[in-house]
């Protein structure tokens, strides 16, 4: 729809300015989610980015690890195409938790109350990150004729002339919905890694539910879309947090 | 202290350089390498400040905040929609 704001002469692209913009609200958020376990700005600053740097570093990793073959089948080409392209979120997500993880590890500071005031901003960035989306024109819906059906302009990168559900606005909408339901819990719970649980819990059950209402092609795994397989894994672990057993697991280690 | 004097001052040039790489289109990815490299060597400073007790001068300060604002910036010319498993890289929409 519009991938690209033309500012001056520059062209940036308006996946890149929500991305921006998420990250800014999320870091503020951070600020006042700390207060719960009395962590200190610069702690939470920091911890968030080192998220970010794991984060950027697994996801073009995982690329390069998926991609690997095809890098090394055409070589010519290969700078260029790690220069630009390719950067799976997964990884990223794998990368930013072992960045967040790592910086807790190093400082010796409760891994877990961590997890718990980063999962409200991640909610928060992702939300942002999807409206992206929506203007980026990816990550579009199935064809739906109803209300709030979306009709992308010819050249976009989604179908055009036909209705699309909005999968990215409705998953934008949920995010933003979940960040006030993970504050709440947040500043109700007393016991950690429980704000974490729910977090896992909502986001991997609505990714699975709006995969089926999305048509953009994707990898697949088996009958499921790659996304609705990992959501399975991101529910189960959250059931183990809401259980408290990797609170417990990491309870055992500290003592020992 | 000396060690963390050439970590600060190395995070200011990687700062500086982040910042630069802005305009290099595709390679933003180098000022992105950089901007993370002089991120943890301010961070490292900041932390060891804290515990140890000393306050991180004004090249430690400095090279945080470039690195900050060079990580974002080239962030912001390289990221295409990482959120999507499989989409086309749209780094061809803006070329």
């Keep these: ?50 998220g970010i740097i794991g984060g950027i570093s697994g996801a073009k990793i995982l690329y390069i690890i998926v991609d690997l073959p095809n890098l090394l089948a055409n070589p010519e080409t290969a700078l260029i195409r790690l220069a630009t392209g390719g950067a799976v979120f997964y990884g990223g997500l794998i990368g930013g938790i072992l960045g967040g993880y790592f910086y807790t590890r190093i400082y010796h500071l409760h891994t877990i109350q961590f997890f718990d005031i980063a999962v409200p901003c991640l909610a928060l960035a992702q939300a942002f990150g999807r409206i992206g989306c929506f203007f980026n024109g990816c990550c579009y819906g199935i064809p739906y004729e109803g209300i709030g059906a979306v009709y992308y302009p010819v050249g976009a990168y989604p179908p055009s002339g036909i209705g699309l559900f909005p999968a990215q606005l409705s998953e934008s909408v949920f995010l933003f919905i979940l960040t006030l339901v993970l504050i709440t819990v947040l500043w109700k719970s007393k016991v950690p890694g429980l704000t974490t649980g729910v977090y896992l819990l909502a986001s991997g059950l609505f990714r699975f539910i709006n995969e089926f209402f999305r048509a953009d092609p994707r990898g697949a795994i088996g009958f499921l879309s790659t996304s609705q397989f990992i959501s399975l894994l991101v529910i189960g672990l959250g059931f183990l947090f809401v259980m408290k057993i990797p609170q417990q697991l990491y309870e055992k280690q500290i003592k020992q | ?86 989409i086309i890289g749209t780094a061809g929409l803006y070329s």
């Design chain 2, 1 to 86: 202290m000396e060690q963390y004097n050439n970590k600060a001052i190395a995070s200011m040039v990687l700062g500086i350089v982040s910042l630069v790489c802005i305009f290099l289109g595709y390679f933003t990815i180098i000022g992105i390498v950089c901007a993370i490299i002089g991120l943890i060597f301010a961070i490292q400073i900041r932390k060891a400040g804290e515990l140890e007790g000393f306050k991180p001068n004004g090249m430690a300060t400095a090279g945080l905040v470039l690195n900050i604002i060079g990580l974002g910036l080239c962030a912001l010319a390289f990221i295409a929609c990482v959120a999507c498993v499989g």
């Design chain 1, 1 to 50: 729809m519009h991938p690209i704001i033309h500012f001056f002469n520059v062209a940036i692209p308006t996946f890149g300015v929500l991305f921006l913009l998420g990250t800014g609200a999320a870091f503020l958020l951070g600020v006042y989610t700390a207060r719960k376990y009395g962590i200190t700005t610069m702690d939470a600053m920091f911890f968030g980015l080192f």
